[in-house]
């Protein structure tokens, strides 16, 4: 009885996303996970689908409308992706967004062709006709472009309904069969009344009711896990992140003391954090946590690696023998909880589309430290109940839930911790100058009040070192660098524009009260082309 067979059981769709939902045929567009979390902000349930799913399987889904995504192909290009033909015949309203759109013209009779100017970024989009994916918007719409080809001949049943300086046919509608293209995106912050345009869709033309709630969402998974469980034993590794803590309430409100939490303590953790954690579920909460000190093997473990990939693999490999050792210790267990999101579920399955089959392919940049991480002969079932939410739902589920704020807002953290922000090899002292470091960023960013307006903001040490000059006499001492960005996902994330006052505060602290630091830096890259994390 392995992990794989369970894993796809518990992602499924959920039983509570009721008839209404919108399929997302993605082409491989950086933004197909935004048009699914835009359309679940106006509480319809949405599901992020390969390009190449069938007709039939989207009718078995029951979908009330489709959109096809954007994505850097063309549709002339060889073995450009597709979509199943027969999805024009069921009768569904569709809407095409940049490649999507030019699929959509291109299957149906139409023409697309290179664009002599191609259009990237801001552009005004003239509304010739509102109809009904534009009613409510302003005649003028400030919009985010990012294409290369363009629609020169619409297909039979279309009519333009927008046009840019640069391309004259920017929106498409055929009004009787409820299709839909825009050569833009709305579901970027970028484009003015996007969300609205996204909302008309959604709700106006496909009529879907606004169901999608997380009090309903925990309703359900309350009485999925009732059922799955039973009276058996469930365990749960606890990382005190906000996804595995909502999953402990979740899990004790569901089954009380048949739950049993493990907290391995690697000693990657922030400052204070491991004991704050084990105090406010045992005491606050009556969530019992096993706390398993494991740091000096996990050092050990780390000691001459410097590889940032190679420190992911010997921490997950030694997380999972700590792990199996103590679960048995403490066993037996016939399921395991883990806090699977559902971008982990989709970029686990590759984040890329091969163009000639339509499927996703695996693109790595990091490891990631959830999905597929333990070993295929674990014998575990599993139960993973936020595997269809994104992170800012599971942030609602905590706070219906009574989640503690401190651990509902904080900032998202690495599963391998701050070794991946110690630059180089790991050591105890390193680890040390960084948790100390890392302290005063987040008590300054706090007491100016600037937590929540940022995305992440965390302190990274250098594995070089520079010249100062310290009580009249030269040092050679290390170096902080602070990374603070703004993002609604994390998915694409800008440099954050922190007031000087408060970059000086955490500098001057840094300097004067964390030994061995001399110079402190801001990093002004956005993502991409920069991750968030260093390594």
Known sequence: MTTTKTAQESRRRPDNALADSIAILDFGSQYSQLIARRIREVNVYSELLPCSTSAAELKRLNARGIILSGGPSSVYDDGAPTVDKEIWKLGLPVLGVCYGMQLMAHQLGGTVEPSDVREYGRATVSIIRHGRLFDGLDPAVESWMSHGDSVTQL???????????????????????????????????????????????????????????????????????????????????????????????????????????????QGFMRKNEPEWLVETFERDFNISVHFIKARDRFLERLKGVVDPEEKRKAIGAEFIRVFEEESKRLGPFDFLAQGTLYPDVIESAGTQVDPKTGERVAVKIKSHHNVGGLPEDLQFKLIEPFSKLFKDEVRKVGLELGVPEGIRVRHPFPGPGLAIRVLGEVTKDRLRTLREADWIIREEIKSHKLYRQVWQIFGVLLPTKSVGVMGDQRTYQNQIVIRAVTSEDGMTADWARLPYDLLDSISRRIVNEVPGVNRVVYDITSKPPATIEWE
């Not at 969402?217 to 896990?225: C, K, N, Q, S």
Request: glycine fraction near 10%.
């Open 155 to 265: 297909p039979p049943g279309f009519e333009i309904t927008g046009r840019t300086m640069d391309t004259p046919v920017a929106a498409i509608a055929d009004e009787e069969r409820l299709w839909y293209g825009v050569q833009f995106h709305p579901e970027v912050i970028h484009t003015v009344g996007g969300q609205e345009i996204i909302r008309n869709f959604v709700v106006d033309l496909c009529k879907c009711t606004q169901s999608w709630t997380m009090d309903k969402f925990i309703g359900a998974a309350l009485a999925e896990v009732k059922e799955q469980a039973g009276e058996r034993r469930v365990l749960l590794a606890l990382s005190g992140g906000v996804d595995s803590s909502t999953l402990a309430f979740l899990l004790h409100q569901a089954i009380g003391d048949k739950l049993t939490c493990m907290f391995i303590d």
